[in-house]
């Protein structure tokens, strides 16, 4: 099992539909998350934190469950600009310290 | 914008042959990161630094080194290049007090024919 699981997709929505992806984890003792997106040949940036009690910034909204083990990221009225690779960022314990493991990423279209 | 440059940001070199990769900060971070993207992989980590002249390796350190004199640079060394050293390479920075939260520096994109 992979430590950061996410589904590759790609996600082909309409503009302003809403799209929701889920990232799952291995290590239920992972300290902080983080949904990161990357354009073709760029770096990644930093989209938002995960926080336990859940947040959302505008049209973006985070969700952490312990629990199950996943974090998710809804996107509501999605434009073309969203289009790009969603990567799910995992802080997580190894050999006496914590390392950020990254998932695959999930390709988000968004069609006109 | 965490004040990160990464140089060069393409490099085409022939196997054996060595390469020096450099990672530049201007805003005094205690922690940096060496990451490679392949297609089909994750960001993995080379090798990070917790200080001047602290370092350690990461899960794919197998053919790399390391070096940090001072606080805004980072180099990463491939001391004998080889293809499957092809790759994306980023350089990140860890924000401390805070949440952890890592910011990327622009990638250099190598080629090792």
């Known amino acids: 099992r992979k430590e950061v699981e996410q589904d590759p997709g790609p996600f082909n929505v309409p503009e302003g539909a809403t799209v929701a992806f889920n990232c799952t984890y291995s290590?239920?003792?992972?300290?902080?998350f983080f949904w990161y997106r990357q354009d073709c040949r760029k770096e990644p940036k930093l989209l938002m934190s995960?926080?336990?009690s859940g947040n959302e910034d505008g049209r973006f909204t985070a969700q952490l469950n312990r629990a199950s083990q996943y974090i998710s990221l809804l996107i509501r009225d999605s434009k073309l600009s969203d289009s790009a690779t969603y990567l799910c960022?995992?802080?997580?314990?190894?050999?006496?310290?914590?390392?950020?493991?990254f998932g695959t990423g999930t390709r988000l279209k968004v069609l006109a | 914008d965490a004040g990160i440059t990464q140089s060069p940001r393409h490099k085409v070199t022939e196997t054996g042959t060595p390469v020096t990769l450099r990672c530049h900060q201007t805003?005094?971070?205690?922690?940096m990161y060496w990451y490679r993207q392949d297609p089909g992989h994750g960001l993995r980590l080379i090798h990070y630094?917790?200080?001047?002249?602290?370092?350690d390796k990461g899960e794919v350190s197998d053919g790399y080194s390391v070096s940090r004199s001072k606080t805004e640079d980072f180099l990463l060394t491939l001391e004998s290049a080889t293809s499957s050293q092809t790759s994306v390479y980023f350089c990140?920075?860890?924000?401390?007090?805070?949440?952890?939260?890592?910011?990327f520096g622009p990638g250099t994109r190598l080629t090792v024919l």
């Open positions: 995960v926080y336990s």
């Open positions: 630094s917790y200080g001047v002249k602290d370092t």
């Open positions: 290590n239920s003792a992972s300290q902080s």
């Open positions: 805003e005094n971070h205690r922690y």
């Open positions: 960022v995992v802080n997580m314990p190894a050999s006496g310290t914590y390392k950020y493991i």
């Open positions: 990140a920075i860890r924000l401390v007090p805070s949440y952890n939260e890592q910011f």
